[in-house]
């Protein structure tokens, strides 16, 4: 094994030192800790995580928000609730606000939804990724969030 340097699964270069007796091998491969989905990830210098692999389930809270959104606009177009502040309320949220950002959902481009719901969404994209206003053009969004 060379002591110069190894490639590293995630595509970046890992530095490697052998000791004196040559039986002890150092790697330093840049990372840093983060979060996916509330759960510690280690993540490679582009935010992905180090092994994907290990990150295979479904992002079950950006599903229900985007299942929850759905359900919300039929129910208003539908003229069983006249407001999202009405939905709020019957939902049990304290905050029509936070109602309002989960519904803006629906507005995602139907690819980026049909990812999210297949699970092939980039990893690193959680909720609170989206809790800020998109873009209305879906390209633009796509952009945006890494499709």
């Known amino acids: 094994m060379s002591a110069v340097a190894a490639k590293h699964s995630a595509g970046f270069l890992a530095k490697g030192n052998r000791s004196r007796e040559g039986n002890l091998i150092q790697i330093f491969i840049p990372a840093r800790l983060g ?5 510690k990830t280690i993540l490679s210098p582009t935010g992905q995580p180090v092994n994907p692999d290990r990150n295979t389930e479904a992002d079950v809270t950006l599903i229900n928000a985007l299942v929850r959104a759905h359900r919300w606009n039929r129910w208003l177009a539908m003229g069983k609730y006249e407001s999202v502040k009405e939905i709020a309320a019957d939902e049990g949220i304290a905050s029509p606000s936070y109602a309002s950002r989960i519904l803006r959902l629906v507005l995602l481009a139907p690819d980026i939804q049909e990812a999210i719901l297949n699970g ?3 990893a690193t994209l959680t909720l609170a990724d989206f809790m800020d206003p998109s873009p209305q053009v879906w390209e633009l969004q796509r952009k945006q969030y890494g499709f």
């Open 35 to 39: 979060r996916h989905s509330g759960r």
């Open 120 to 122: 092939t969404h980039p």
